[in-house]
């Protein structure tokens, strides 16, 4: 198994650019997370699925921060407009019974 | 939402020693409690979890202790090697969505170093 698959690995944009992550889960987990991590805040929640389903998004920090799975095998993040604080390594993980394997991560840098 | 208090932030343990990090938790409904470890600019890996059935699990050198009524829960690391320097975070499920997984929310962290 593959595992988590996150891309791309790294990202640089200027401000204001729009920037979409892609996450493919792992074959047959349910539930889907995304994570950012900073130094200053740690692992945070942003948002996660079961079954392709929004459960909570409490943790998307603003309106400019948004979320897709359009189906079991493939989910985005998008950030528009992005800024220099939404620099971050962002995480997506799969679960099917409570134990979450993370991807790689994205780390994130807007200039 | 959950609050998930971890320490210490940071521990140093000589090589073979023992270390031990805790972790407390507000909401007295969590039945889940995971321990990942993180290295270097990698990815969080999951090394042990509990459920709240029981009150510990052990699975070679690592350890994980739950006490519901207090509501913290402690990882437990004998015999420590260099490859145990990481970071260790615990976690507890940030609700209960009654299907399927629940988002985590994570403590800061605790970064252990083992000195030779």
């Known amino acids: 198994d593959a595992g988590v698959i996150q891309s791309p690995r790294h990202e640089v944009t200027e401000m204001g650019q729009e920037v979409t992550l892609r996450c493919k889960p792992i074959?047959?987990?349910?539930?889907l997370f995304w994570y950012r991590q900073t130094m200053m805040r740690g692992l945070e929640l942003l948002i996660y699925f079961n079954n392709n389903v929004p459960i909570d998004d409490s943790g998307m920090p603003e309106d400019r921060f948004s979320a897709k799975m359009p189906n079991a095998s493939f989910s985005t993040l998008k950030i528009q407009p992005s800024e220099p604080r939404d620099s971050a390594v962002y995480f997506c993980a799969s679960s099917l019974n409570r134990d979450s394997d993370f991807g790689s991560g994205t780390r994130l840098t807007v200039v | 939402g959950e609050n998930v208090e971890q320490h210490p932030s940071t521990l140093s343990v000589q090589e073979g020693d023992s270390a031990v990090i805790k972790c407390t938790y507000s909401?007295?409904?969590?039945?889940?409690f995971p321990w990942y470890k993180q290295e270097l600019g990698k990815r969080p890996q999951l090394i042990i979890d509990i459920r709240s059935n029981v009150g510990e699990k052990k699975d070679q050198r690592i350890a994980v202790t739950l006490n519901k009524t207090a509501k913290h829960f402690s990882l437990h690391i004998t015999e420590t090697q260099p490859e145990d320097s990481a970071v260790y975070f615990c976690?507890?499920?940030?609700?209960?969505?009654?299907?399927?997984?629940?988002?985590?929310?994570f403590g800061k962290g605790t970064h252990l170093i083992i000195q030779p």
């Open positions: 976690a507890v499920p940030s609700m209960y969505s009654g299907g399927g997984a629940d988002g985590l929310t």
């Open positions: 074959s047959g987990h349910n539930s």
């Open positions: 909401d007295s409904a969590s039945n889940y």
